[in-house]
């Protein structure tokens, strides 16, 4: 065997002894992002509306610092928190991220936190669904569906 079928031959080794263990690198970093749930959404009849969901870490703390939805559902979506306000008037206003502990869970519901959609192309209806895509911080985007349902 001569110098370069040898080169050729170890290379080829090297990497498929590497293919098993890249495959674990990229499941693992999968495994880290929060695991979501319980994804629903109030039927609506003005040109907002709200969707909630549950988040529970998976190990490594991360923040959800945005969402959307396609055009044709929503013009934006906005992360919001609910809290009382002066006079005991609640009160709703954007935040920019919702910390998700590494093992903790949170819940985003009606007077506290939500995902806020401005602008609905039309109103939400029971039993339809659409896409809804979250952003972390840490761990990337992360598609889920969300069902409308009567609160």
């Known amino acids: 065997m001569n110098f370069r079928t040898k080169l050729i031959t170890s290379l080829i080794a090297a990497v498929a002894a590497a293919t098993p263990l890249l495959a674990t690198t990229t499941a693992g970093a999968a495994s880290t992002q929060p695991k979501v749930t319980a994804v629903w959404a109030r039927t609506s ?4 509306g709200a969707v909630y969901l549950t988040m529970s870490g998976t190990g490594k703390a ?3 610092i945005a969402a959307s939805a396609p055009k044709s559902v929503t013009k934006k979506a906005q992360l919001h928190r609910t809290m009382m306000g002066s006079g005991d008037l609640m009160s709703m206003a954007p935040v920019k991220a919702i910390a998700v502990p590494a093992w903790g869970t949170v819940k985003l519901k009606p007077g506290g936190y939500h995902i806020m959609l401005i602008g609905l192309r039309k109103p939400l209806e029971a039993g ?4 809804l895509t979250l952003t972390f911080a840490r761990s990337g985007k992360q598609t889920v569906t969300v069902k409308v349902r009567k609160s």
Do not use: E, I, Y
């Open 62 to 64: 991360d923040k959800l």
């Open 128 to 131: 339809a669904s659409f896409p």
């Open 45 to 48: 009849t003005g040109s907002t």
